[in-house]
């Protein structure tokens, strides 16, 4: 088999093999392909585009490119959740916690963040003491006592799509409906879960902007996981504006937590009840995801999955006193407060624009060399829809370098859109695909 030849035929719109794809993802992953050979095949991907087969075979060849982790030894149905990355987006510490008291054993892999979206690692060790790396007998042990262990992803989990996605990033090959699915759903395949629960970002700080894009990767998740014999389910929620208020690592684990004690923002609350209530009846302990809905609100209501979320932190070695005791957290030295210069409404506030603010503040990466400072972010007093007065405040960046967050504040102010009528609301939920 050459190479030459498989980029030739795909760049003229040919349909390539499964061994074809299999000779590409082994040879790059190994070595045997150089690069300037994967970039010119995956531009000819990005322009000729793949079709189901091909995006399964790809899908699979990723999979297989290294360790795929047997949950056999944790008993029940195991259910993932995986976001598209969103502008925080810190559901996974509130839906982990809301299932698994619902009696979902939840075993998860999750990675570190780059660029304005947030990772769940790194939201995690924003608590004193939590470990992420923990051995994968005492993961599946863990998930048998307790119902529930989140970790960061192994370097053995589909290495070849750790590789490939690092030359689309510079090969501008990124978007493309086939090479994200594959991409995310490979990882989630290897993790060894029964079941997968996909949020899918839709709108301005989302990669897919648009529904119907949205929605055409959802379908296309979903065919993947159903085919690899995983029931799979696809939420397309909304992100034209930040989920709830906080936005950075320990912001938004204060803001899980106030969640799970039912005080938090009604956006990201209602959204994670929704999710759990898919993963229970994902998990086969609901009938269907209304029943699911209504077993995680009980949980919510009645604290279970607050003490679920102590047992976790206690079981990873994390200072489960944060839970009460806020100042635990790492602590920001300076604070900038932005205030509307106008009455009205907030109209508009720009996902992206708050995310990349954020990051420059210190909660987020340019590479994933860069250190985090986990005290740094961005907390919104006002959302879309809120009324304001001249002189209220609309947002107050937190971190620990006064020229960072000076930055900060003057990106993140740009973000909000004072108007003269309240706009209509989005709806949270847009579609969800089965």
């Known amino acids: 088999m050459n190479m030459s030849d498989i980029i030739g035929k795909k760049r003229n719109g040919e349909t390539l093999s499964q061994e074809e794809i299999d000779y590409v993802v082994a040879g790059y992953t190994e070595g045997s392909i150089p690069d300037y050979q994967m970039s010119a095949w995956l531009m000819a991907v990005y322009f000729q585009k793949m079709n189901r087969e091909e995006t399964f075979h790809l899908t699979r060849a990723m999979k297989h490119s290294g360790d795929v982790i047997d949950l056999s030894g944790i008993d029940g149905v195991k259910v993932d959740k995986h976001s598209t990355g969103g ?17 979902v054993p939840i075993a998860k892999m999750s990675g570190r963040g780059l660029g304005f ?29 307790i119902g529930l262990s989140v970790i960061g992803q192994t370097a053995h989990i589909a290495p070849a799509d750790k590789k490939i996605y690092a030359l689309r990033d510079v090969t501008a090959t ?16 290897a993790s ?22 949205a929605s055409i990767l959802g379908q296309m998740m979903v065919d993947i996981g159903n085919g690899d014999k995983k029931k799979t389910i696809a939420v397309i929620t909304d992100m034209n504006q930040p989920l709830g208020q906080a936005v950075g690592n320990s912001l938004e684990v204060i803001e899980a937590i106030e969640t799970l004690k039912g005080c938090g923002p009604a956006d990201i609350q209602e959204l994670s009840l929704i999710l759990a209530g898919i993963m229970i009846y994902a998990g086969g302990k609901a009938s269907n995801r209304e029943e699911g809905y209504e077993m995680a609100k009980a949980a919510l209501d ?25 100042s635990l957290f790492p602590q920001h030295t300076c604070q900038r407060e932005l205030r509307s210069s106008q009455d009205g409404f907030v109209g508009k506030i720009a996902a992206k624009a708050i995310g990349l603010a954020s ?47 000076e930055k900060s504040a003057q990106e993140a102010e740009k973000a909000f859109v004072i108007t003269p009528e309240k706009p209509k609301p989005e709806l949270l939920i847009k579609k969800i695909i089965l």
Not at 87 to 103: E, N, S
Not at 121 to 144: H, L, S
Not at 181 to 186: K, L, V
Not at 379 to 401: P, T
């Open 87 to 103: 502008v925080g987006d810190k559901t996974t510490l509130i839906v982990a916690p809301l299932a698994a008291a619902c009696g």
């Open 117 to 145: 979206t947030g990772g769940t690692v790194d939201k995690m060790e924003a608590i004193p003491g939590f470990q992420t790396a923990v051995e994968a007998d005492r993961f599946i042990e863990q998930v048998n006592t």
């Open 174 to 189: 990124v978007d493309n409906m086939s090479l994200i699915s594959s991409s995310i759903m490979s990882k989630k395949l």
């Open 192 to 213: 060894g879960s029964d079941a997968i629960v996909l949020d899918v970002k839709c709108g301005d700080g989302a990669f897919m902007e648009n529904l119907e894009d």
């Open 302 to 326: 009645s604290g279970a999955a607050l003490e679920k979320l102590r047992q976790f932190v206690e079981a990873q070695g994390g200072n489960a006193a944060v839970i009460e005791d806020y």
């Open 359 to 405: 990051q420059h503040a210190g909660a987020g990466r340019a590479t994933k060399e860069d250190t985090i400072d986990l005290s740094a972010g961005i907390y919104l007093h006002k959302k879309v829809g809120d009324s304001v007065c001249s002189g209220d405040i609309l947002a107050v960046i937190y971190g620990s370098d006064e020229e960072k967050v």
